[in-house]
Every structure is written in structure tokens, then in C-alpha cells.
């Protein structure tokens, strides 16, 4: 089994200490770094992406394999800078003012982390304005707003407003999701695109920023 595979099947089983050891050694044999991210790292976390939305592994799994990536990804990044490696895009993720939940949030940072997406995590009762100033500061592709509560989901249309307001909405792709929000609410308020969980979220993230990318 190459070290790649390694990684990729340690992380899978949330093994963050093997995951470093063998990522140190991936680097000092030489291995070209994008190779180490790309076929060890997010190779598995894609698999536990996969797993998890076909219910064969849950939220723990998905927070201990992500633990496994972070673990190696520490020692890839100042090697990922300085080879000019990029991310395939930028996020600002957040949940909606007035809504203190970050479970699920957290749990689509670590999946579109897991996609090679560079993801500004704004994080809960946040505004329009800043969800709107972050994006514009940034230069993000998506803003990816999660919204738990049914007296919050209303605070996904101000988003929307001030995208618009700002001049940005052509420019930004609108994520929605949580528990209380459907496909038939994206469309009511003027989003982009709902998803129904995490690891659909990061599907559609990358696919997006692939194509404004292109």
C-alpha cells in the first residue's frame, strides 16, 4: 500500500496521530505536497464525506477523521504557500442572526475543508452585513448561510437583500441550509442552491467554485 493510501485509510479511522507521523514522512520522502493533500488527505475525507451521507458512519466519525485531516493539513500549509498551492475556492460560512446553533455548521466547515475550499467561518448570529462585508473583503465565490431555527430562517432573505444592495449578488453564489429550510424556501427568498446536509454542501461548493474558477 503506498504512504498516500496510508494516510487516507488512517484518517478514514480518525487516527490523527498516525495520519501526522506518515504525512512528516510523505514530506521528507520527497512526495510532492498537492499529491500528499490531494490523494492522502482529502482523498479520505471524501470517502467519509461519501459515507456519511449514505448514513454508514455519523456526526463523531465525520469530527474525529476531520480531527486526522487537520492534523496533517498543519504541516502541508507553509509548504502549500510557498508552492503557490491554492484553494479551489473561497466560503463564508455562518449562521443567521438571532440563531446561536454551530453544530451543523461546523459540521459543513470541516466537509467543504475537506473539498480543498478555503472556508471564512464567520460564525453564529451573524449579520447581513457582515456575512455581505466578509464576502466583498475576501473575494468568496459562496456564502453559505445555515439558519436551525424557524424564527431565523427570515434572516436568509436580508442576506439575499444585501447582496443585492451591495452590488454583489451576480458575483456571489447564496448556500442555504438546516433543519427547517426546503428547496420550495430557497426559491421563496431568492437563493442559489439548498442542500439537505453537509456533505451536499461541499459537493455543490467545490462544483461551484470549480466553474466561477474555470
Known amino acids: 500500500m503506498s504512504i498516500l493510501n496510508e494516510i487516507s485509510t488512517n484518517l478514514q479511522q480518525g487516527k490523527a496521530k498516525v495520519v501526522k507521523e506518515l504525512v512528516q514522512k510523505a514530506i521528507d520522502d520527497g512526495i ?5 493533500l490531494d ?9 467519509i464525506g461519501e459515507k456519511f451521507k449514505n448514513n454508514e458512519v455519523y456526526v463523531p466519525d465525520v469530527l474525529i477523521a476531520a480531527r486526522a485531516m487537520n ?4 504541516l502541508l500549509k507553509p509548504l502549500l ?8 475556492g473561497k466560503v463564508v460560512l455562518g ?6 446553533h454551530d453544530i451543523g455548521k461546523n459540521l459543513v466547515r470541516m466537509m467543504m475543508e475537506g473539498k480543498g ?3 471564512i ?6 449579520s447581513s452585513e457582515k456575512f455581505i462585508n466578509t464576502a466583498k473583503e475576501t473575494g468568496a465565490q459562496i456564502i453559505a448561510c445555515s439558519a436551525l431555527l424557524t424564527t431565523t430562517m427570515g434572516e436568509i432573505k436580508h442576506v439575499v437583500e444585501a447582496a443585492k444592495a451591495a452590488g454583489i449578488r451576480d458575483q456571489v453564489t447564496i448556500m442555504i441550509g438546516g433543519a427547517p429550510v426546503t428547496d420550495s424556501f430557497c426559491k421563496q427568498v431568492e437563493a442559489d442552491i ?5 456533505a451536499s454542501a461541499a459537493d455543490e461548493a467545490a462544483r461551484v467554485c470549480k466553474e466561477k474558477c474555470a
Open 81 to 88: 504557500a510557498s508552492s503557490g498551492v491554492k484553494a479551489i
Open 117 to 119: 475550499l478555503e472556508v
Open 32 to 36: 510532492d505536497v498537492k499529491a500528499i
Open 71 to 74: 492534523a496533517g493539513a498543519e
Open 95 to 100: 449562521t443567521v442572526k438571532g440563531d446561536l
Open 39 to 47: 490523494e492522502g488527505l482529502l482523498a479520505g475525507m471524501s470517502v
Open 121 to 126: 467561518d464567520v460564525g453564529i448570529d451573524v
Open 194 to 198: 439548498y442542500t439537505p446536509d453537509a
